[in-house]
């Protein structure tokens, strides 16, 4: 089978397309073939802008003695952790059954039947400390298959057995305000008190745990946030030039990040930058500055022709014709502007182009900058045009309009839903939360969401559990996404059947969420929102300078919610079902806002002093 990569979708595919490596594409023919054969899988999980997997691409995938082994006693499999979620999430909970160091590049060997028997990460060709080197690998892999296959089956079967045993969870009741205060409180014991953030090297952002401090709302959670943000926006983690993040540092203090710059970790740091200049109005010039940086970065370098948002950029480019880690980074910008930009992938995933909906929408309404709003406006066109097909359901991704044979997942259906959510109240646009509401809607199952139309049919066919991790280090898991969509269309619509569906899917993480913040940061957020009042700012206004306009740009309540509408905007959310919207009119021809609690409203008042503060 000649390397099948040269017509991959996928930009990290397509940089194997080269190696001498017979790499195969996901999907049912590669497991057949090695059926045939009696040889195992060689499954190499990684994704574009992963500085080790260009180094074992560099080092084993293009040797061709490597190779050759490769090709003779396995079928090889290359898989971008971007394109297929479903497939990278089965295989590390299988890989680590093998080693705690996970990460990518991700390396498993598997039987014809998809079942793990080895795994590990980054093999060298040549073995250096805690590193065999992979011809190493290969040979013993090759004789125990060979001469222990009882062994190799038992392993696997073991494996995929504890897999089964470990995937369900019992539902517990959900945390209420004193164990979320204790949940602030062991947040606060990981802090780093000298360099800021959580925990030590390497140092991540971390930006679901940010959400649920500022969403918990008090003064030590917010405190907490701001600390964070401000360490970060301070730390070489920022790029000073052209703005936005690095994906992490290798060290406590900060310094010396790899330099890729992630879609997810960007949108999301817009939001809180945001969100915290509003809770802390000390931070206000900050976070703007810090904002605008942000965006400077997703529409001068991420954004695609037609509006949506490449998935990252590159730690690896030229300089002065040598191929350099992060060196593009430390020039200044005159000579950037000498320099080849570090190369984008340019596939487009639909939740993280929700990320980025959300984060240019929130930050457009709380800064006042309609075309922050603009921008979310143009990619949610874009994103609706491209990634909802003709069956309603979602692309996973694309690339220059064509759709990968990747499945999406609860993550596109619950990000996209929320950045639809969030452009609707950014734009006082019920179209919006309406498209938020199919897409909720389709996922919607009595115990709580389900992807419609099923997972990613290899993984099914095989019978493994395929269910996405729902631990959020980086960004919010597709369950977490989805109940916080679905406890907002509550919020708006006043339909009790969408908040509990969203506490259900949440008591079945009640029991895990708590002790590990860290890897449960969106879960915890959506669990303190559930915890606080339903409390609804609604302003109506035709003028999008009044100063009741204004004040609820900067207006904040744990759990709330905030939405202003023209008069002819708010008959067309009433109108589309949403309740809280229904009679909310102009007072004597003057502005008016409603705050209400639990759809209990108070009289409408025209003055922004009337509206009282919630805020910490």
């Not at 296959?149 to 517990?172: K, P, Q």
């Not at 139309?453 to 395929?466: E, K, M, R």
């Not at 960004?475 to 406890?487: D, I, K, Q, Y």
């Not at 079902?577 to 025209?606: H, I, K, M, W």
């Amino acid at each position: 089978m000649p390397n099948s990569l040269a017509d991959a979708l996928s930009p990290y595919l397509r940089q194997h397309a080269a190696n001498p490596v017979e790499w195969q594409q996901w999907g049912p023919e590669p497991f057949a073939e090695a059926a045939r054969r009696d040889v195992p899988v060689f499954i190499s999980i990684g994704y574009s802008t992963c500085h080790w997997c260009h180094v074992m691409a560099r080092e084993s995938f293009s040797d061709p003695e490597i190779a050759r082994q490769v090709n003779a006693g396995f079928v090889a499999i290359k898989v971008d952790r971007e394109e297929h979620p479903e497939v990278d999430s089965a295989y590390l909970t299988a890989a680590s059954a093998f080693t705690q160091n996970l990460g990518w590049p991700l390396n498993v060997f598997a039987t014809p039947e998809g079942r793990v028997f080895f795994a590990g990460t980054y093999w060298p060709p040549d073995a250096m400390a805690g590193h065999p080197s992979f011809g190493n690998v290969l040979n013993g892999v090759t004789d125990a298959w060979r001469n222990r296959r009882g062994e190799v089956e038992t392993n696997a079967a073991d494996v995929a057995a504890a897999i089964r045993s470990h995937a369900g969870r019992a539902e517990s009741a959900l945390p209420d305000g004193t164990a979320l205060d204790q949940v602030v409180q062991q947040l606060a014991d990981y802090e780093d008190t000298r360099f800021g953030g959580f925990g030590t090297a390497p140092k991540f952002p971390i930006v679901p745990v940010i959400g649920f401090l500022l969403d918990h709302g008090s003064a030590n959670s917010v405190a907490l946030a701001d600390r964070t943000l401000t360490a970060m926006a301070d730390s070489a983690l920022r790029d000073p030039v052209e703005g936005g993040f690095f994906r992490y540092s290798t060290r406590a203090d900060w310094t010396e990040p790899h330099f890729e710059r992630m879609l997810y970790d960007n949108a999301q740091l817009l939001e809180a930058y945001a969100r915290v200049s509003i809770q802390v109005p000390e931070s206000a010039a900050r976070g703007e500055e810090v904002a605008e940086g942000i965006v400077r970065f997703l529409l001068g370098t991420l954004r695609l022709p037609g509006g949506a948002f490449a998935s990252a950029q590159n730690s690896e480019s030229l300089i002065d014709g040598v191929l350099s880690e992060g060196g593009y980074y430390a020039l200044a910008e005159g000579a950037r502007a000498n320099q080849p930009a570090p190369a984008l992938d340019e596939k487009v995933l639909t939740g993280w182009n929700g990320l980025a909906i959300s984060g240019l929408a929130v930050a457009g309404y709380h800064f006042d900058r309609a075309d922050w709003i603009e921008a979310a406006r143009r990619a949610a066109d874009s994103i609706r045009a491209s990634q909802i097909q003709e069956s309603g359901e979602l692309a996973r991704a694309t690339l220059a309009g064509k759709p990968s044979a990747a499945r999406a997942t609860l993550e596109d259906y619950g990000l996209l839903a929320r950045g639809f959510l969030n452009l609707s109240m950014a734009t006082g646009d019920a179209q919006w939360a309406l498209e938020a509401q199919r897409l909720v809607d389709a996922c919607s199952v009595d115990s709580g969401f389900e992807v419609p139309g099923g997972g990613d049919p290899v993984l099914a066919a095989f019978g493994i559990d395929a269910d996405i991790d729902p631990t959020e280090g980086a960004l919010p898991s597709g369950t977490s996404a989805l109940a916080a969509a679905s406890r907002e269309l509550y919020l708006l619509s006043a339909r009790r059947d969408y908040r509990d569906r969203a506490a259900r899917a949440m008591q079945a993480l009640a029991s895990v969420a708590p002790p590990q913040p860290l890897g449960f940061g969106a879960a915890l957020a959506v669990m303190s929102t559930l915890a606080a009042p339903a409390t609804q700012l609604v302003v109506v206004s035709d003028d999008p300078d009044a100063e009741l306009v204004r004040a609820a740009r900067s207006w904040f309540a744990p759990g709330g919610l905030a939405i202003t509408v023209s008069t002819t905007g708010a008959t067309q959310w009433a109108e589309s079902g949403f309740e809280l919207l229904e009679s909310r009119t102009l007072q004597n021809g003057l502005p008016a806002a409603y705050v209400c609690s639990d759809f209990v409203c108070r009289l409408p008042v025209t003055a922004a002093s009337s509206l009282g503060s919630t805020s910490t």
